[in-house]
């Protein structure tokens, strides 16, 4: 009885690293220091300063931004905002640009208002509208397009940098998100920072979805 209890020192270990290894996969998919992903991660691409500071700046919206609501709302201009507790998609991409000196409420608007035909005219209006304009993905596709940040969309998660802009089409209605620093479990790409209906949340959402736009600031 007492030879079939005791274990050997090597299947001790074995059953540790098995140990190491389930717990790894469990509960935040960054990858930990020394852990299955670390060299996977390694391999996967750094951004500039700037950019980390705007990766910083979305996931600083995590347990801040708790809801989503896409109500029409009235708010000053330039700097406005609807609450901060809660917000849609857009938000947290204005949001984070504005953590490092952007203010995309202004500059979509100053650009819509110079050629308002540039722009998407799928929601009947007839002038620009600073309330709204900024929060719509169409339109933060089209200003990013027409500042060169547009990059090919692809298939590879190498090609996704922290700080990179991501769209998406979800269910026929266009969604957007900022690609963060975290690895994901699979350690092949980032996970991202986005707002789909619960807050602002960091997931491994970058190949959920069809990708419409891939755009890059710095």
Known sequence: MIRRLALS???LLAIAA????GYSSMGS???RPGGPDAGRAAQLPTAT?????????????????????????VIDYPGGDVPPETGVCT??????????????QQAVHEDISD???????LWGLDAPDPNIDHRRVPNLQRYFERQGWA??????GADYRPGDVVTWKVAGRPHVGIVSGEPASSGG????VHNFGRGAVVEDILFRFEITGHYRAW
């Not at 947290?92 to 000196?101: L, M, N, P, Q, S």
């Not at 990059?151 to 590879?156: A, G, M, R």
Request: proline share 5%; no cysteine; aromatic share 10%.
């Open 9 to 11: 020192a090597t299947v």
């Open 189 to 192: 790409h980032y996970r991202i």
């Open 18 to 21: 098995l140990a190491l290894v």
């Open 49 to 73: 300063a700037e950019a980390y500071r705007l990766v910083e700046a979305a996931q600083a919206q995590v347990g801040v931004t708790i809801s989503y609501d896409p109500a029409y709302v």
């Open 29 to 31: 998919s960054a990858a």
């Open 151 to 156: 990059l090919p969309v692809s298939e590879s």
């Open 115 to 121: 050629d308002f035909g540039a722009y998407p005219r």
């Open 91 to 104: 938000d947290v991409v204005i949001r984070a640009f504005r953590g490092v000196g952007v203010d995309l």
